[in-house]
Structures are given as C-alpha cells and as structure tokens.
C-alpha cells in the first residue's frame, strides 16, 4: 500500500479484470500539483472554475413562437418566448435540430420518459419497468468529476414535491420526477424548500480552516482509515466481477464507482487543505479579487406567487456558483403532474392545454406557459452575468441549459427539442447564435457540454455519437 498522503495520477485500479486508470486525473494532478509550492498552486487557481446548470420544463412548446425567424434576426427581432432574454441573447446559443431519444417499446409513456431522459439520454431497462434502471446522468457524471472540488458535488432542485404517482406502460413512478441519476438505479432527491436548501449550502462545517487541531487531526487520521478500506475493498474486488451474472455485475460496478467517488473526495479535501494553508500563510493568493462581486443577498419570500419562489431558488442557484459551494446544479421548474399558473390569469393546468389540437385559446395558455419559464431562467442568467468574476462575469464561466424533454406537447413529438445554451464554459462556447440546420440528438448535446466544461469522459452520454462541434468557441 502506497504510503504517500496524495493519490498519484498512476494509481489503477485493478478490480474489473482489466487495469482501469482512476478517473478526475485532472483533479489528482491538482493534488499532486499543490504538493510542489506557492507557483504552482497560484496557477491552479488563476482561472475560476467552469459550472454546469440544467433547468427543466415539461411538454415542450409553441415552436413558432420558440425558435427565432431566421440566424440573422435572433439578436435583434427575437421571437416572443425570448423576449425576457433581451440583453443577455449575445450570451446565448440556440440550436434547432437537436433530436430527443426514441422512446420506442415505450410509445404509451410520453411523460414518463420526458424528464428521467432529459439527462441520460437513454430509455430505462424494458425488463424492469417497476423499479429505476436507467443510467447515470450527465449532472451526476459531472459531480463524479468536478464535484469533488466543492463542499456539495451537485445541488438539486425543484419547484414541487416529487411524488407524481403514475404507471404509463408500467414504469416506476419516480421516472416522472427525477432528472438525476446517481447511477443506474438510484434517482437523486431534490429540495423544493428554499430555506432548506440555503441552511445546506451554508451550515457546512468542512470548510478548510474551520475546524480545530484536534478536529484536524481525527479528519487526518479517518482518511488514513478510508485509504486503508479503499485499498482492501478495490484488492478484492479483482477476481470477483469475472464470476457474477450480468444483474450482480451491475451492482458491483455501482458500488465501485462509490468507492471512487471516495477516493477523489479524499484526494479533493488534501488539495483544498494544503490551498487554504498556502493562502493563509500568504504563499498564494486568495481565490477571489478585491474586484469580484460579494455574495447576493439571499431573501426567501413570503408569498405564494410562484415567480418570486422560482426566483429565490435561481438566486440559491447562483449565489452556490458564486461562492463556488457546487459546481453542478439541476433545477426541475415544473413536472408532468397536474402544474398551472394563476398568476398568468387562469388556472387550467399546463398538460390539458399541451393538447391544444391548434385551439387558439389553448396555445396561447401555453405559450404564455413556455414565456413564464422562461423568464424565470432568464432572470437567472442576468443575474450571473451582472456578477463580476475574474476578468469577466459568473456566466462567462458557466454553462447554463434551459430545456424540455418533448418538443410538441400535443403531439408527444420530440424530433426537435427545445434548448437555449448559456455562458461561455470558461471560453470554450461561441455564444450570439441561432444555429438553424444543426444536426445531433439530446446525448450528442450533453458530451458536448460536459466536454466543454472540461469533463472527461470514457464513452458517449446514451445514444450520444459524435460531439456538436459547432457549438464551441
């Protein structure tokens, strides 16, 4: 067993038969990097760090009141639904021709699979409809990463309870309302209470700094602890695997991929100890400049309206990138279970006016639907952009998406999705554009994301073939 302190980037493990390299090299690299002095440890932090944001709305929308007239008139004549992004649209990246996961042997369970696919590009396991088997999603990959960097690896977030009890085609009800996958066969809960969630981000007690020599110590010697059970736990695990059936091979594999989450939260909390010593004893400077924005006030509302809750939960949304609490954020704005609107003026719910069958009165509710949600990532993203960061703004170094699961509501189409790309991904997202003939599904999207936010990935996000290209600087 390996007695230095830090995990080298050649650490393997050897546990699935094959030698299988560790993943977050970057963030061992990092480890090793803030071993070797002050220089090196200032660069490391010179650039702020890229964050990945995902927020949802259910049954698609008007298209011809989504999608700009043409590339040149996006900027200046933009269509009705972007009206609220007036300001900020030269931050932004629309792409039409971005195509949803056939949803085929599950034609019955259009809602079902809108938000449970939205992340994983992929459809649950035909054989075990009664129970969550699907795949990890791209917020989590992200997390697994470029989580362990932060005192939360991911925040979840929703508007309303996620409780919807349904069985279209006999699919566990929790594909209704979960957009996060930890793996397979675990949905990740999220926080409807926005004082809940800001007592989470705050009340944390593993900031670096904080805690006393004796408490210091104990951390120092349950890590020893931790490294001693990885190493036995990985070492048995070598032969195992090779003898399991497929459904037990499954389940060993999710609890490896626990394992390594481990070890990169271990390696994550060496770096940030020895950053916070090397800033305190004045060897490196601090991570933010005397020119960043402070910390948004926070201000949880008293009402009921549903703009000002969404809002508040934007702001715990943003004020967690700012002060850099997570890097990874999902915000399901609404789900396909009985949701409506009376501050628009009228109380029908969202999903019976998707099935509008062209009725005049109905497409206006849900366009007027589509605008509200909109406006509410908006507000968001102007938000983050008034932020001064580094050399630049907090949206300069995010990558925000705002999108849907289905393209049509009325007719369950989803050939066409809707999705509007915000941030520059640290430099890496050419952003002022309608791209009108792109060519790509929902998966070929989220690898490109995750490649932009500098993510590394072993394999495409399901039925992801290639990256969009066209969508980078």
Known sequence: MSKSPLISRRTCLRGLGTTLALPLLEVMGWAETARKGARAATAAIARPPVR???????????????????????????????????????????????????????????????????????LPDSRQRNRINIAISADQIAANYIGALTALPSLELATMPQTHKENQEGLNEGYYSHCSFRSATQAVPAEINPRNVLNRLFNQSSTPGSQSAAATAATTKAQALDRSMLDLVITGARDLRKQLPQDDQQKLDEYLDSVRAVERRIAAIEYRQKEA????????????????????????????????????????????????????????????????????????????????????????????????????????????????????????????????????????SRENLPFILAGKAGGTVKTGRFLNTTTGNQGDLLTTMLACAGVPLDRPIGIATKQITEMKA
């Open 52 to 122: 990945l944001g995902f927020m949802y709305m259910p049954h698609g929308v008007i298209m011809d009141q989504f999608w700009p007239a043409t590339p040149e008139s996006y900027l200046t004549t933009p269509p009705p639904a972007l009206e609220s992004l007036r300001g900020v649209l030269d931050q932004c990246l629309l792409m039409k021709g971005i195509g949803g996961i056939p949803i085929a042997p599950f034609n019955g369970a259009p809602h079902a699979l809108e938000l449970s696919t939205w992340l994983t590009a992929q």
């Open 277 to 412: 010593a090397l800033e305190k004893s004045g060897l490196a400077p601090s991570r933010h400049r005397a020119t960043d924005t402070p910390p948004i006030e926070i201000k949880i509302p008293l009402g009921d309206k549903r703009s000002e809750y969404m809002q508040v939960m934007c702001d715990l949304n943003v004020l967690a990138f700012q002060t850099d609490t997570t890097r990874v954020s999902t915000y399901i704005g609404s789900t396909p279970n009985g949701v409506s609107y009376p501050e628009l003026g009228f109380k029908d719910e969202h999903h019976s006016q998707t099935h509008h069958n062209n009725q005049p009165d109905k497409v206006g509710k849900v366009a007027a639907i589509t605008k509200f949600n909109i406006d509410q990532f908006a507000y968001m993203i102007k938000r983050m952009h008034s932020i001064r960061e580094g050399d630049g703004t907090l949206l300069d170094n995010c990558l925000m998406l705002w999108g849907s699961g289905l393209e049509d509501g009325n007719k369950h």
